[in-house]
């Protein structure tokens, strides 16, 4: 099992949508693929369950698993684009508080996901230094962090290295981090690759409107786009 955080300390870089391409991309190469949302703003929910009722996804969800209130399998959804869910609600952001008097629910959880059978598990996680951030980062063997061009990423990169660093030491394991130019031109990935404070990866993700479509309709990207193919790129990269 590989478990691929994607995180930032900045919001506005595509996190969720790199989620959830990532996830189906290693989908398609018929693997067993979980999908995380550790985000409260449950977007990455609302893409893969948007079907589902929400009366169902507030019955079973990762909040009920932080808390020790229910089975993480009996938490997960099955979707019809072969990625399974273990989604959020609003709820969540109730987590800081319930759970500041018990730490060891950042050890609990990681052995619950990794008692799973999965081939690839990936989380999304919010826009900022928080339980939820440091419980996923505890869970992950490498985390993926979109960069875009915009004079705050160098600092967001920097709190979430920061970040990885302490969850390395808390956890005893050794995460890797990588920077992903994301919704980017040529020219400004080129840039981006170039910044020596981090490690770069190999692929990168075009600015481009089918994106955003995907995520507001909730459909997936057609099979054999740029876009499609980026992903696909990624999936390899980290497979």
């Not at 990681?110 to 999304?124: A, K």
């Not at 404070?197 to 479509?213: C, D, G, P």
Request: glycine share 4%.
């Amino acid at each position: 099992m590989k478990i691929i955080s994607i995180s930032s300390a900045k919001g506005g870089v595509s996190k969720t949508s790199v989620s959830i391409n990532l996830a189906q991309a290693y989908a398609n190469r018929n693997k067993k693929v979980l999908c995380i949302d550790f985000d409260h703003n449950n977007n990455c929910t609302d893409f893969f369950l948007r079907d589902t009722a929400v009366e169902a996804i507030e019955e079973r969800n990762l909040y009920h698993v932080l808390t020790n209130r229910k089975r993480i399998e009996d938490c997960i959804f099955h979707t019809y684009l072969s990625v399974d869910v273990l989604p959020a609600t609003p709820i969540l952001s109730r987590i800081e508080v319930e759970l500041a008097r018990d730490p060891g629910a950042l050890l609990r959880f990681p052995t619950l996901v990794r008692s799973l059978d999965y081939d690839y598990v990936v989380i999304d996680t919010p826009p900022s230094i928080s339980f939820a951030l440091t419980a996923a980062l505890y869970t992950c063997d490498v985390v993926i962090s979109p960069v875009s061009w915009s004079r705050w990423t160098i600092q967001g990169y920097s709190l979430l290295k920061e970040e990885c660093d302490r969850a390395s030491q808390g956890s005893g394991t050794n995460i890797q981090l990588f920077a992903l130019p994301s919704m980017v031109t040529d020219s400004e990935c080129e840039k981006l690759k170039a910044v020596d404070i981090w490690k770069s990866t190999f692929s990168y993700i075009s600015r481009n409107l089918s994106i955003k479509n995907s995520g507001t309709s909730g459909s997936p990207l057609k099979s054999g786009s740029i876009s499609w193919k980026q992903f696909e790129v990624l999936a390899e990269e980290f497979q």
